[in-house]
């Protein structure tokens, strides 16, 4: 019978938190997308499980140059994009704290002395003034119980903003890197190239040489001497235009690791970097390590929330409040018998007519939610869409640049031979210049093939959300 008693003695006192399960926000299940069961573009990748949070290493180390792997650092460390992507965290951090602190009682204190003096005229007063000190300290705890989950939803939404904004983070760390990683790689290819030119500057510059001596001794024609000077200056004029790229490239690695374009030079480097192992991979990979796929999800899950944090609008809300202290006009304040407290007011609030507010919220929250599906559905397709570019352009550069090597080095020996005919007489000098211009052609697109093979590699990582295994 005593145990029946105390059970009934505690009914009330859980029957809020009873109460406070409630939610009017939907069942949430992440908006369905097809996934396939391996890449189209390359055999062997099956389907694999979020790791958007995972950390991804350095994997710009695997190019294998230092300059690199130094710019790199000092973009994560003065970026404004960056910092930028972490204020924004922060901010969504501190929203989510405010909201979270409904979820516990506001507990205030306060303390006041004052001296008062009581007409004698007063109310049933006996003509005599009255002159004391009031003393008073006590604190107050108000409480809205969470009935139908309005508070509850609100911090899940704030919480999943929050996220969503972590992986936004993580994306812009991400993109901010690659970025890096192209520039330096578009850089070093002009590089290459500049050397190149340099290379046939000098040659041509003894081809010309050549026929000069030639024309003058009444061996080769005035139109000889012209061609090759053609040669010459074309290629020099291509110095200056190779130099005038390089220079924007170097200044836009200068704005992405936060430095003045006027206080920043990277030395030229003749050759490339070295080509990574393409990182492999799954498509269900794919949806746990892009940021941005992530960021997405979590923001169709905060709308979800929110639908509930609208409909919890059509229902009274809870407050409970609680005050206690102590009060005196003499002695002691902190006695017993100074002590007082209330319970109370227990207050409901609906409202009853808002001219339609609360349902167009209601809609408002569910076209919200369908939108931010919608979106999500989209950035997973992009990001498919991205990788399998980015896997087909690994894999057909690689097939290119194989086949533009053989290419430039038979231009180089046909260039060799036209020359050594010329010079033995066994041609003119129109098939010097052709085998010539056919070379360095050849030769630069095998560069710009090497380069594009690069960018591939690094978009390819980009693409995966990082190197898998990161």
Not at 29 to 39: I, K, L, R, S
Not at 273 to 297: C, H, K, V, Y
Request: charged content about 25%; glycine content about 8%; overall charge neutral.
């Amino acid at each position: 019978m005593g145990v029946d008693r105390r059970r009934a003695a505690l009914f009330p006192a859980l029957l809020p938190t009873l109460l406070a399960a409630c939610s009017m926000a939907p069942d949430y299940h992440p908006p369905e997308t097809a996934t396939p069961a391996a890449f189209k573009e390359v055999a062997g990748w099956t389907a694999a499980r979020p790791m958007d949070a995972a950390p991804r290493g350095a994997w710009w180390e695997a190019f294998g140059d230092p300059v690199l792997n130094d710019l790199e650092t000092r973009a994560e460390r003065a970026s404004p994009t960056l910092a930028a992507a972490l204020a924004r965290y922060d901010q969504a951090r501190a929203t989510a704290r405010v909201e979270a602190s409904g979820l516990v009682p506001t507990i205030s204190a306060g303390a006041d002395a004052s001296r008062r003096r009581v007409s004698g005229n007063r109310f049933q007063g006996n003509g005599n003034a009255i002159t004391y000190d009031d003393y008073a300290a006590g604190g107050a705890v108000d409480y809205e119980i969470d009935l139908w989950g309005r508070i509850r939803n609100s911090v899940a939404a704030a919480r999943a903003d929050a996220q969503a904004s972590e992986a936004d983070l993580a994306s812009a760390r991400l993109s901010l890197q690659a970025s890096v990683a192209d520039a330096y790689a578009r850089l070093r290819g002009l590089d290459a190239q500049a050397a190149l030119l340099r290379q046939t500057v000098e040659a041509f510059e003894r081809a010309y040489q050549l026929t000069a001596t030639r024309r003058s001794g009444g061996i080769a024609s005035g139109m000889d001497v012209n061609r090759a000077k053609t040669a010459l200056s074309n290629a020099r004029a291509q110095i200056s235009a190779v130099a005038n790229e390089r220079a924007a490239t170097e200044h836009e690695i200068a704005a992405l690791v936060g430095i003045l374009a006027s206080d920043f030079t990277i030395a030229p480097q003749d050759a490339l970097p070295q080509m990574p192992a393409i990182p492999s991979g799954t498509p269900s990979e794919l949806l746990q390590r892009r940021p941005d796929i992530a960021a997405a999800e979590r923001r169709v899950l905060a709308a979800n929330a929110r639908i509930g944090v609208a409909k919890a609008a059509y229902f009274p809300s809870l407050t409970l409040g609680l005050t206690g202290g102590w009060e005196t006009t003499h002695g002691d304040l902190l006695r017993s018998p100074n002590s007082f407290w209330g319970l109370g007011p227990l207050s409901a609030l609906a409202t009853l007519f808002d001219g339609g507010r609360r349902k167009g919220q209601v809609r408002f929250s569910r076209a919200e939610y369908e939108e931010l599906a919608a979106l999500y559905r989209d950035t997973v397709l992009t990001a498919f869409r991205q990788t399998e570019d980015a896997i087909a352009a690994n894999r057909h550069l690689a097939t290119q640049s194989a086949d533009q090597r053989d290419a430039a080095e038979a231009a180089e020996r046909t260039s060799r031979i036209a020359f050594s005919r010329y010079r033995d007489g066994a041609s003119d000098y129109l098939e010097v210049v052709t085998a010539q211009t056919d070379a360095l052609d050849a030769r630069r697109a095998l560069i710009a093939v090497d380069t594009s093979r690069l960018r591939a590699s690094i978009a390819l990582i980009k693409a995966m959300g990082g190197p898998a295994g990161g």
